[in-house]
């Protein structure tokens, strides 16, 4: 089992910065993907950004390529999304999500959830 949990989110000024950790116990964390999903108000929960278990391959949703990047840290058990540039729209609740040998956009295919942390960027 993992426990996942997310911090660095706050307010920010649109072109700023900011980066989010998801923090995860368990001993086999090395064998999991994970997914950085977001979530605005009314709208559905949306993908962001995936990295695999070695941390060797990563993508990203086409509305933050370029601008966000993710990484992890296995000695850690840490895993970072480093957000850059960023705009209003990016507002949202961001969660970090694990499942074992999987990475993808798939909301379903994550079995483990973090509770969120709020980002919110001002025009």
């Known amino acids: 089992q993992v426990q996942l949990v997310e911090s660095g989110g706050g307010l920010v000024q649109a072109g700023g910065s900011l980066r989010l950790s998801c923090a995860a116990s368990?001993?086999?964390?090395?064998?999991?993907?994970i997914g950085w999903f977001r979530q605005a108000p009314g709208k559905e929960r949306e993908f962001v950004a995936t990295i695999n278990w070695t941390g060797g391959s990563t993508y990203y949703a086409d509305s933050v390529k370029g601008r966000f990047t993710a990484s992890r840290d296995n000695a850690k058990n840490t895993v970072y999304l480093q957000m850059n540039s960023l705009k209003p729209e990016d507002t949202a609740v961001y969660y970090c999500?694990?499942?074992?040998?999987?990475?993808?956009?798939?909301?379903?295919?994550?079995?483990?959830w973090g509770q969120g942390t709020q980002v919110t960027v001002s025009s």
């Open positions: 368990g001993r086999t964390f090395s064998t999991y993907g």
């Open positions: 999500a694990a499942s074992r040998n999987y990475y993808g956009h798939s909301v379903s295919s994550y079995f483990y």
